[in-house]
């Protein structure tokens, strides 16, 4: 396997299907649109055409467009089949292009890998290329957008790029301090930008919740003590039996989770084993898979058919919101005092649901519609930002040090936020200083 090979794949999702997509990339794409079709249509130009095998029988008749690189997504030769998307159809047209020499089927991600390393797209476009893909609701679609837009990118980019024109104007004033034209002390302006340059990176952090969130989901538990009815309001939420419910206290052994779509955003359930002292051993195992659980969450619901009895249960390691939920409305002989329940419902009448829905909702990012969603989405991206704002940190910190040391650090400042994108590369910083002076004239 070499990046020299032409690779093709079913890029059309499953079938059947009424159109299936055969997307090829590689040196002899051309040469396999000639072999099935007769003839190359023009380039990025819809072609009707037959396709046949190597013995000229018909497979198929289809649309076939060509891409000559580096004019397309992989940056190579590429082409598209589109034909009928029946399994048979589809199955005979890849076997003829496997029987081609030089062409093998493409792995899993391999047309975007091959489009990150020929610089058509960064690794954040490419990791919001794949999160598009998946995008159930709205909230992941925007965010994903965004990134493989190259929204999210381009802010990285201008962050690198203020970090180099800083390092040039160290260099500068280090090796160029006798030329009239160079300033005589660029450090002033230089560092009140990289004080500006940290925070900004501070406030982008900060936003990694909110990322997190938009892009996995809103996780909320639903704990509480046996029989408080967090299986049925699982099951009712979700539409679906997905609890085993029962009169038995501790049928849930296990976490059982399900998604839901609120107001665009991913919130994702999770049914806990009801919280008590037992000797049961499976049971036990269930409620520390329900303490963890809760460790993790974002969101608690405390369920309770008593007053009070949830404020004993919560864990003591878990500091974060908690909507306390009284159940069996449906059931009570009179109104509940105020007892301090956010809410009280009842999954039989439904009582409740929409107050405890909305409760939930309260708890979701407050974005404005239409606003630009560049978001830090991943460990890797928070781990790398960190790294860079240490570094400029140390750089500014520094102040009795040499200027060569503080542009050190704004190198490894440069390099981490380079590994964010995937382009840790040569920063020309010649280039920016002969653009910035006229030294040498």
Not at 251 to 276: C, E, I, Q, W
Request: contains cysteine; glycine residues 10%; negative net charge.
């Amino acid at each position: 396997m070499t990046a020299r090979d032409t690779i093709f794949a079913l890029s059309s999702g499953g079938l059947p299907s009424g159109v299936a997509v055969i997307r090829l990339s590689g040196p002899l794409s051309r040469d396999a649109i000639e072999r099935l079709c007769g003839r190359i249509p023009q380039p990025r130009h819809a072609s009707l055409l037959p396709i046949r095998d190597r013995n000229g029988a018909m497979l198929d008749q289809g649309i076939v467009l060509y891409f000559p690189g580096p004019n397309s997504f992989t940056g190579e030769d590429c082409a598209e089949f589109q034909i009928h998307g029946g399994r048979a159809t589809v199955k005979v047209v890849l076997a003829t292009l496997a029987g081609l020499e030089g062409l093998r089927a493409a792995e899993a991600g391999e047309f975007s890998r091959r489009a990150f390393l020929n610089g058509r797209m960064d690794l954040v476009e490419a990791e919001g290329l794949a999160d598009l893909i998946v995008a159930e609701t709205e909230m992941q679609r925007r965010l994903a957008a965004e990134q493989a837009s190259g929204g999210l990118s381009a802010l990285y980019d201008s962050w690198a790029k203020r970090l180099t024109h800083a390092r040039a104007m160290i260099e500068a004033e280090l090796d160029f301090a006798d030329e009239d034209d160079v300033p005589g002390s660029v450090a002033t302006s230089i560092w009140r930008d990289m004080h500006a340059l940290k925070q900004d990176i501070v406030n982008h952090l900060a936003e990694a919740k909110t990322g997190e969130i938009v892009r996995d989901g809103l996780n909320v538990v639903i704990a509480g003590p046996p029989n408080a009815g967090k299986s049925s309001l699982l099951n009712h939420l979700a539409r679906r039996d997905v609890a085993i419910v029962t009169d038995v206290p501790g049928t849930t052994r296990d976490v059982l989770s399900v998604d839901l779509d609120l107001s665009g955003f991913a919130v994702r359930l999770h049914d806990t084993a009801g919280l008590r002292e037992t000797d049961d051993v499976v049971e036990r195992e269930g409620i520390r898979r329900t303490h963890l659980s809760m460790s993790q969450a974002h969101l608690v619901l405390m369920l309770s058919e008593h007053s009070g009895a949830d404020r004993l249960l919560l864990d003591e390691h878990y500091e974060g919101p908690v909507l306390h939920v009284r159940t069996k409305a449906d059931i009570m002989d009179q109104p509940w005092p105020n007892d301090g329940a956010d809410v009280m419902i009842s999954v039989k009448s439904g009582e409740g649901i929409a107050e405890l829905l909305g409760a939930i909702g309260r708890h979701l990012p407050n974005l404005e519609a239409g606003s630009a969603l560049a978001l830090p989405t991943r460990q890797r991206h928070v781990a790398n930002l960190t790294e860079a704002r240490k570094q400029i940190a140390l750089a500014l910190e520094a102040d009795v040090e040499g200027l060569d040391i503080r542009a050190e650090y704004l190198r490894r400042a440069g390099q981490a936020l380079g590994r964010v994108t995937g382009r840790v590369d040569v920063e020309n910083l010649l280039d920016v200083i002969f653009s910035e002076f006229c030294i040498g004239k």
